[in-house]
């Protein structure tokens, strides 16, 4: 899956339509911008099954949109496959954190380093908010917060 001579990595949340979808564009956004996405494997998944096939969540859409970003992005499930293939698997929020590191004991040839996306964050926000019960302004801080991060994540590994 790697490019040749790339890197890849797969953003992380629970539902895989408010969260991890917003990651996902802002940082193949960020890599097109600086003319290194044909450098990278970019994708995002869930650690649920719950909105398998499912579009982004409408407010993370039209946050996305404010800010010139589109997304044709599906829900999916993580799958032993990706923890084998990807260099990268930054997810959002504790709860992610362990279970990526519970199925990651389980696969043989795991080779994701498994991280939050908000330990890149200058402003040291660890956890990234599930904003799916919140406010429109919910899903702006989490845009505000991926960019931080995959800022950060992007210098770091290019």
């Known amino acids: 899956m790697a490019t040749p ?3 890849s990595v797969l953003f992380v949340c629970l539902g895989n339509i408010c969260r991890s979808p917003i990651a996902e564009a802002v940082f193949r956004k960020m890599a097109t911008d600086n003319g290194v996405v ?3 494997v970019i994708d995002s998944g869930a650690t649920s099954d719950w909105n398998t096939g499912s579009a982004p969540d409408a407010r993370g859409l039209a946050c996305l949109r404010k800010h ?7 829900a999916q499930q993580v799958t032993k496959d990706d923890f084998m293939t ?25 080779k994701a380093k498994i991280e939050l996306l908000g330990s890149y964050d200058p402003e ?3 956890v990234i908010q599930d904003p799916y019960y919140g406010s429109d302004k919910d899903f702006e801080t989490v845009y505000e917060q991926c960019v931080r991060c995959c800022k950060a994540f992007l210098e770091q590994h290019s």
């Open 5 to 7: 001579g790339g890197r």
């Open 38 to 40: 044909d450098k990278w």
């Open 68 to 74: 010139g970003i589109e997304t044709d992005h599906r």
């Open 86 to 110: 990807f260099d990268h698997i930054l997810c959002m929020d504790e709860s992610n954190l362990r279970d990526l590191n519970k199925k990651a004991s389980s696969v043989k040839n795991s």
């Open 124 to 126: 040291k926000q660890l």
